[in-house]
């Protein structure tokens, strides 16, 4: 079955400066990929997401990469501000009739002020 | 719309006792899924419904864990005894399955379970 690695399990930044969480997938079948935000306390909410088909998606200071070849994709923060303090997840599914994903580890995102 | 809400938020219970939670999905989608996360690990996969039908329980760990949806709305996950390893938080999502179209989910805010 699928396998998602996610590094680095912690990450502080400096307010401003840009964040990088990577994440491998072992299925080379997998097609989607979603990263969540879960603030504390909060439910993990959709931030950005890319399909097979494409190999980099933007949205505002948010963009995440694919490389298939390699089975790694990686989310980007630029211009970082506290309130993206958060846990990050990746994930990795199979597109089927409604499908379950298999998530990263999560990465522990703090921005400093 | 209303999103997709779970009770209690927060449920702390002895070793042997049982549990109930519930999700209640945003309306009209048919894909309830349940996943929980464990002393800061990953989300993993507990089960899917579609509509009131199981189409992959193969995350549920064990046998003292019973989940249902009649009627294809709203869904209950039961403990049934619990154990100190089930403590952690359970999260319910649901989706509304177009093909090729909004793969995402939508998450509830979770309940947090301690076992003690």
């Known amino acids: 079955g699928e396998n998602v690695e996610q590094h680095p399990s912690t990450l502080s930044v400096q307010e401003g400066d840009s964040a990088v969480i990577k994440c491998t997938y072992s299925d080379s079948a997998s097609n989607y990929f979603p990263w969540y935000k879960q603030e504390l306390g909060k439910r993990p909410q959709l931030i950005i997401d890319?399909?097979?088909?494409?190999g980099e998606k933007k949205d505002q200071r948010i963009a995440v990469t694919l490389n298939k070849t390699a089975k790694h994709f990686s989310l980007h923060i630029t211009e970082t501000q506290p309130e993206d303090s958060a846990v990050y997840f990746c994930a990795a599914s199979i597109y089927n009739y409604g499908q379950n994903f298999v998530f990263g580890p999560g990465t522990r995102l703090s921005v400093l002020p | 719309e209303a999103g997709v809400t779970q009770f209690p938020s927060h449920s702390v219970i002895e070793k042997g006792q049982t549990v109930t939670l519930r999700c209640d999905p945003i309306s009209g989608h048919d894909n309830l899924y349940w996943y929980r996360r464990v002393m800061g690990k990953e989300i993993k996969f507990l089960l899917h419904f579609v509509k009131e039908s199981k189409q992959d329980e193969s995350g549920m760990p064990n046998n003292r864990f019973l989940a249902e949806r009649t009627g294809g709305t709203y869904s209950t996950l039961k403990v049934q005894p619990a154990e100190l390893e089930d403590s952690g938080v359970y999260f319910c999502?649901?989706?509304?399955?177009?093909?090729?179209?909004?793969?995402?989910?939508?998450f509830g805010s979770g309940t947090r379970l301690t076992v003690v």
């Open positions: 999502a649901s989706s509304q399955d177009r093909a090729g179209q909004d793969y995402g989910y939508t």
């Open positions: 890319i399909r097979s088909n494409v």
